[in-house]
């Protein structure tokens, strides 16, 4: 079992930037693949960045690449979306998730994810 909870979340104009974490309580965080979605208003949850238990082998949608970054903190049990050059549809609430299967490669279903994060409001002002 691990919790998971986001922070760092706000309001930004376009153009801007804001870096989200996601603390984990497992004392075994590099079981855990770890990926982030979001859900905008209306919308379904979508797939936005993973990365697999080294902190390597990056996955992005092709919305985010080039402008986010999916890095990870082994000792402090922490991983991070660097968001730039933020649109205003890059607002919605945003999620940390954990995958404690045996993939090797990120997965960007949610279904392959176990645990989830309440998530936290990011919106970009035009």
């Known amino acids: 079992q691990v919790q998971l909870v986001e922070s760092g979340g706000g309001l930004v104009q376009a153009g801007g930037s804001l870096r989200l974490s996601c603390a984990a309580s497992?004392?075994?965080?590099?079981?855990?693949?770890m990926g982030w979605f979001r859900q905008a208003p209306g919308k379904e949850r979508e797939f936005v960045a993973a990365?697999?238990?080294?902190?390597?082998?990056?996955q992005y949608a092709d919305s985010v690449k080039g402008r986010f970054t999916i890095s990870r903190d082994n000792a402090k049990n922490t991983v991070f979306l660097q968001m730039s050059s933020l649109k205003p549809e890059d607002t919605a609430i945003y999620y940390c998730?954990?995958?404690?299967?045996?993939?090797?490669?990120?997965?960007?279903?949610?279904?392959?994810?176990?645990?989830w994060g309440k998530g936290t409001q990011v919106t970009v002002s035009s």
């Open positions: 998730a954990a995958d404690q299967t045996l993939s090797v490669v990120p997965g960007i279903s949610a279904r392959a994810y176990d645990y």
């Open positions: 497992a004392r075994t965080f590099t079981y855990y693949i």
């Open positions: 990365i697999n238990r080294s902190g390597g082998n990056p």
